[in-house]
């Protein structure tokens, strides 16, 4: 019970496919309150998503590009609970056109979405629970590996880079308060989102060869149970730090991947 008595904000829900899915239920097992958000015509899928952990959890508007929802939420959050013990920021977004194999062809506004609401985003949820967090409260953020290029990953791959900085920067910010910041660099991981990005899919089944340990896609517990440790009181003197949970690809290289991947 690693997180026993711990009230946790987590976004990007979707279905039972997506991480934050699994670390909300692992985050339950070991004692948690959970909270979601979501917004639009997705929060239909969040809410039924919600209905399979136990207890059910709310899910509360957050639109993480809209400073009013920002606003409304913090003070939503200081209603229900009064603090806020950690937050988990399972937030991307790219247009079409920004990702696919199209990185020369993307236009200004495109890339600027990618960055606003990937990268910038991860500071607007710091802005959400950093005021409701005391000494040990846990910032996370989910994270693949930006420090090479990967195939057809274009404007999100420059939006993960970009996001890893943010995180270093509210290490520097939130530290002296007490408040953690860490990111988790995940293997691919079959998502909702991981789903439209073309080509995704052949590095997910190529990943498992190349990972010293294995890897597979369709479990996200082991990115779920690094997410807790992180959370936790465990890891109270870790900050800007990037966990990798990848199955080892990242420590053998890019390279070790096969031709065409």
Do not use: C
């Amino acid at each position: 019970m690693i997180l026993e008595g711990k009230k946790l904000l987590i976004t990007g829900v979707v279905n039972r496919h997506s991480i934050g899915f699994a670390i909300a239920e692992r985050a339950q097992q070991e004692g948690a309150e959970v909270i979601l958000t979501s917004f639009g015509r997705v929060k239909r899928m969040t809410e039924r998503s919600a209905a399979r952990l136990d207890p059910e959890p709310a899910v509360l508007d957050l639109d993480i590009n809209d400073d009013a929802d920002i606003a409304a939420l913090r003070a939503e959050l200081e209603r229900r609970w009064g603090r806020v013990d950690g937050a988990v920021h399972a937030i991307a977004f790219a247009p079409g056109d920004a990702i696919g194999g199209q990185f020369m062809q993307t236009p200004r506004e495109s890339a600027k979405v990618a960055f606003e609401t990937s990268a910038y985003s991860f500071k607007a949820l710091a802005e959400v629970v950093a005021p409701l967090m005391g000494e040990g409260g846990a910032l996370l953020g989910l994270d693949f590996d930006a420090t090479v290029a990967w195939p057809s990953y274009d404007w999100m791959g420059v939006a993960k880079a970009a996001l890893e900085s943010v995180n270093r920067y509210l290490a520097r910010e939130l530290g002296p308060g007490g408040v953690r910041a860490n990111l988790v660099s995940a293997g691919p991981v079959h998502t909702a989102a991981a789903s439209g990005i073309s080509g995704f899919s052949q590095l997910e089944s190529l990943w498992g060869e190349a990972a010293p340990l294995g890897w597979d896609p369709r479990d996200a517990g082991p990115v779920a149970d690094t997410a807790l440790f992180l959370l936790s009181d465990l890891s109270r003197a870790i900050t800007g730090e990037i966990v990798h949970v990848d199955g080892g690809v990242h420590a053998v290289g890019a390279a070790a991947l096969p031709p065409g991947a």
